[in-house]
Each structure stands twice: as C-alpha cells, then as structure tokens.
C-alpha cells in the first residue's frame, strides 16, 4: 500500500476525532458564545483561538524537525495526547480544568497539523502533485467530520461524556495508520566552517538533485528516463527566461535547468505567498463576523445563519476539489494571485447591491479563496523550503496565519457599537483583496528580475521615516 494511503487514513480519523471533540464541547462554559454576547467576550474567544498557535509556533515547530524517529513519532504522539486528554475531559466536563485540557487538545491538534504538512512532500511523486495531494487531505477532513457528526450528535443526545469517550477511541485507532508512515529524515545538528565535522558543500555540475525526498520513500528510487517537461525547468515566478532586445527581437534566456530557484528567490518567494495568505486568512475571519453581526441587525431568520455557514463550506469544497485541475495549467503563485482577484471583483459586486443573495456568493468565493489559498501556499513551502526546516516553517507561518485571522475577526467586533456596515465592511474587503494581488504579483515580477518587491520597498521607507522623525523629536 503506498505511504500516502496511510497518510490519508491517519487525517480521516483525525479530523473525525476533531469533530467529535467540537460537538462535546459545544453545549459547555468553553465554546458556549452567543453571537450578540458583549465584545469583550466575543474578543477571549477570539484570543483563546489565537493561544494554541503562540505555543506550537516557537516550540513544536523546532520540535517537529528535530524529533528522534522523526515526523511521525510526533503524528502519533499528537494522537495518543489527544485520546488520553478527551478521557480526561470526562470526568471535567463540569469543571473548570476542562479549559486547560481542551487547551492541551487544541495544541495536540495543531502539532499533529504542523507535522502532516511536513510529511507531506516525501509521500508524492512529484512537486506538481502537491497540491493534488493537500486537496486530497482537505476533502477527507470534511468527510471525516460529516462522517462523525452523525454518531456524535446521537450520543450527545445521551451525554456529551460519551461523544468524549468515542473520540478517545478514534484518537487510539488513528495512531495504527501512523505507525506505517515512513521514517522521515530528522534536521541535522549545524557546523559551521572551522568546525569539526564540517564538510564543505561544492556543488556538482549537472542536473541539480531534489533536496525534499527522504530516503526511505519509495517514490525516490529511480524509475527510469523521463521525457523532460516544460513545467520541470525553473523559468522563474512568470514562467519567462529570456528578455527583449532593442527591435523587438527575442533575446536568447539562459539554458534552462531543472527547477530548483536560487534560495533567495525561493526564501522571497515563500514570504510573499506567505504575506498574501496572510491577508486571505484576515479576509475570512472579517467576514465571518461582519455577515454574522449583519444577520443578527437585521433580525435574520435562524436558518440563514446556517446559509451562510453552507455557503461557505461548498465553496471551500470547491476550491478542494478543483485545485489539482488548477494546478496542472497553471501556477501555484499564479493561482493565489487570481483567488484574490476574483475576491476583489466579487467584493466590488457586493457593493453596489449588498443583499443576502449576493453577501452568500461572497461567503462561498471567500471560501473558496480560503481553500485554494491555503492549498496553493502549502504547496509553495513544501516545495521551496529545506526538508529539515518544513516543520519550523509551518508552525510560523500558522502562528501568522491565525494571528492574521483575530485581527480580521476583531475589527467588527471592536467597531462603534459592535456593528460595522455591511457596505463599508465589503468595501474594505474589496480594497485589501486588490492591495494584496497588487503587491503581489508585483514581488512576483521583482524577484523575478532581482529587485527588491515593492511591500519591502514600502516597509522600508515607513521605517526610515518612523526613525527620522524620532531623531527631530
């Protein structure tokens, strides 16, 4: 059976675990938030989310990649924490150490996430079937959980205590595919020249390596001559290697070698895909509030909460199933740009005629912005980053991420009255989503050509003169 299978069977039980955790805590003191409750209430929840990411990003990342045996010790060990951590939860239900254990299950969580993404790479043939991949694990997480929200609103029928004990068992099961996932390389030690034990690295002429297959996969055995493909060779962001001669004249590029950037160009290139899911993720925790807080001013039947809800899973369910089509025509960096272009358009839309019909199209374009951005970016860093350092990589820009999404969350929150205007809300969507495809793709085209990109030029002169008006003052 291939590696991946395993993989994909270890993130269907994980995901069904995940949700029956959620249906049992969903009628306690922890997640008990009523949508009109005071702000400051609504703003602990948001910062409760944000807390499991400030723990995982300095620790469990480095945690991750220098682990003995590996990744999959801690996908196993994230299993057996959250099994032994819902048992605990029994006997707390009614209890106020039900916070730090749930707390505890939020980390396991977003440990075992950081480590999948992290495998992820040496369970594929190809760099282009990454996205394939996480889409793959995307569809199985919502089957997962529409798989276990049966069984776990029956038995919370009964008592929440059992949809505890139930996801105990399927956190136990899980760790059985784990065990089968191969071993992955662990970082090794760093030296430094002068040393001992450091050998100096000449590069080799010929086609360069992949640096991102471990050796026990068994995709990385050599399986015969392969016709070269255009997609193989690295042209740069745009795809393009030669320039324009006075005349019109096409201008030879460099030959073409197999892809593998320069590790500036791919360092730049992973922040500014970073940057742009930054400001999806922002995007979606905004809307989410600002349709909620809209819904509820305007005295929304029940059921068009549960609209907007669906609205925006079907979209993510698009964006998952249509990725891979995506990505074999074009782009991962290409993609992210064009999801917040049509969430710019669609926004603008919204608009000029803000009725529920059309704030449910931007709640499913916003979801499906979510889940191609999201697969799209993942599969940026687990073709760009070093093995070694996935691990650390995904648990930073997660932390960013969710940071990201409370600060997005917040702003109709915190607004005069607790309501934001759903034009002025929309309107401000709109405007972040063209500033981010603009930057954007404007890094895209300066790393291409050697430049600094423009946020960093931006950044850089908001710095200068920050400190030149503090030297006057």
């Given at each position: ?14 995901a ?7 249906i049992?805590?969903?009628g ?12 400051p209430?609504v ?5 409760v ?17 220098r ?24 006997r707390?239900?009614d ?18 996430h ?21 889409s ?32 105990s068992?399927?956190?136990?099961l ?11 390389a662990?970082?090794?030690p760093?030296s430094?020249?002068?040393?001992a034990?450091?050998v ?6 010929g ?6 297959r ?29 320039g324009d ?17 320069p590790?500036?160009t791919?360092?730049g ?13 922002a ?7 600002l349709?909620a807080?809209?819904?509820?001013t ?37 993609l992210?740009?064009?999801t917040?272009l ?6 603008f839309y919204?608009v000029t005629?803000p ?5 449910l199209?931007l709640?499913?374009v ?5 889940a191609l ?6 599969a ?20 960013r ?19 934001l ?16 495809v603009?930057?954007y793709?404007g ?7 050697g ?6 030029v931006?950044?850089t ?7 030149r008006?503090?030297q006057?003052?």
């Amino acid at each position: 059976m291939q590696p991946f299978t395993w993989l994909a069977r270890t993130h269907l039980l994980s995901a069904a675990g995940d949700a029956l955790i959620a249906i049992a805590l969903a009628g306690s003191l922890f997640f008990n938030l009523d949508p009109a409750a005071a702000r400051p209430k609504v703003a602990l929840y948001l910062l409760v989310t944000m807390a499991p990411f400030a723990v995982v990003g300095p620790l469990i990342g480095p945690m991750v990649d220098r682990a003995r045996g590996g990744r999959r010790s801690m996908i196993i060990g994230a299993g057996i924490a959250r099994a032994v951590l819902a048992l605990l939860m029994v006997r707390h239900l009614d209890s106020l150490l039900l916070f730090p254990e749930a707390f505890g299950a939020l980390v396991a969580g977003k440990t075992y996430h950081v480590a999948k993404s992290a495998v992820v790479p040496g369970l594929v043939r190809e760099e282009r079937d990454l996205v394939e991949a996480n889409s793959k694990l995307m569809l199985l997480s919502g089957l997962g959980g529409a798989l276990a929200a049966g069984p776990g609103v029956l038995l919370s029928l009964i008592s929440s205590r059992w949809v505890l004990v139930l996801a105990s068992v399927v956190f136990v099961l899980m760790t059985f595919p784990a065990a089968r996932l191969p071993r992955t390389a662990v970082r090794p030690p760093r030296s430094h020249p002068g040393e001992a034990g450091h050998v100096p690295q000449v590069p080799q002429p010929g086609p360069v390596p992949r640096h991102d297959r471990p050796h026990s996969d068994p995709y990385s055995e050599p399986r015969g001559p392969r016709r070269r493909r255009p997609s193989d060779l690295y042209t740069g962001p745009w795809g393009d290697e030669g320039g324009d001669e006075p005349g019109g004249r096409r201008k030879p590029g460099p030959p073409a070698v197999p892809r593998q950037a320069p590790a500036a160009t791919r360092r730049g290139g992973m922040l500014l895909a970073g940057s742009a899911m930054g400001v999806v993720r922002a995007m979606t925790g905004f809307t989410l509030f600002l349709i909620a807080f809209w819904l509820r001013t305007n005295d929304a039947a029940p059921w068009w909460f549960g609209f907007m809800f669906t609205a925006s899973a079907v979209g993510q369910l698009a964006g998952a199933v249509s990725a891979p089509w995506l990505r074999r025509r074009i782009r991962e960096e290409v993609l992210l740009a064009c999801t917040l272009l049509l969430a710019a358009v669609v926004s603008f839309y919204v608009v000029t005629a803000p009725d529920r019909v059309s704030v449910l199209g931007l709640a499913m374009v916003i979801g499906l912005m979510s889940a191609l951005g999201k697969l799209c970016f993942d599969a940026i860093v687990q073709r760009d980053e070093a093995p070694a350092d996935h691990g650390r990589t995904f648990a930073r820009f997660e932390t960013r991420f969710q940071l990201m999404w409370v600060i997005g969350a917040l702003v109709p929150v915190v607004a005069p009255n607790g309501i934001l205007p759903l034009r002025a809300g929309v309107m401000l969507l709109g405007i972040a989503a063209t500033v981010a495809v603009v930057l954007y793709l404007g890094g895209l085209w300066a790393l291409a050509r050697g430049r600094r990109p423009p946020s960093e030029v931006i950044a850089t002169r908001v710095r200068t003169r920050i400190r030149r008006k503090n030297q006057t003052s």
